[in-house]
Each structure stands twice: as C-alpha cells, then as structure tokens.
C-alpha cells in the first residue's frame, strides 16, 4: 500500500472515531449540540478528503493492489 493510500486510511479510521465521539455526545441526556455539530462537520470534512484521494486514484493504479 502506498504511503499516500495509508494517509487517507488513518483519515478514514479518525473520522470514523470522531463520529463515534459525537455519537456518544448526541446520545447523554443533555448533549452539547454545539460540540457534536462541530464534531460531524470535521467528520465530514475528512470524509471529503479521503473520497478526493479514492476518486483520484487511476484505474491501473487499482489493478496493482
């Protein structure tokens, strides 16, 4: 795997753990909204990043693993 690929993957894996964290805010009983609004914007945003880096990839770049 690329080192570029391994990047975006730790991208992906921190946004899935943020939008963990902002689950567990929305869920107490008297969430932040604020924060988990915050929270899942971030979230989104990195998810913007790692679907840029997947849609770049070339399709020969797939073939190879």
């Given at each position: ?12 894996a921190h946004a ?9 805010e929305a869920l ?24 840029e880096h997947y ?11």
């Open positions: 795997m690329k080192f570029a690929d391994q990047m975006a993957v730790k991208l992906l899935v753990n943020q939008l963990g964290t902002a689950t567990t107490c009983a008297t969430p932040d909204r604020r924060m988990v609004r915050l929270m899942v914007e971030r979230v989104k945003g990195d998810l913007d990043s790692f679907l849609e770049a990839v070339e399709p020969a770049d797939e073939k190879q693993g």
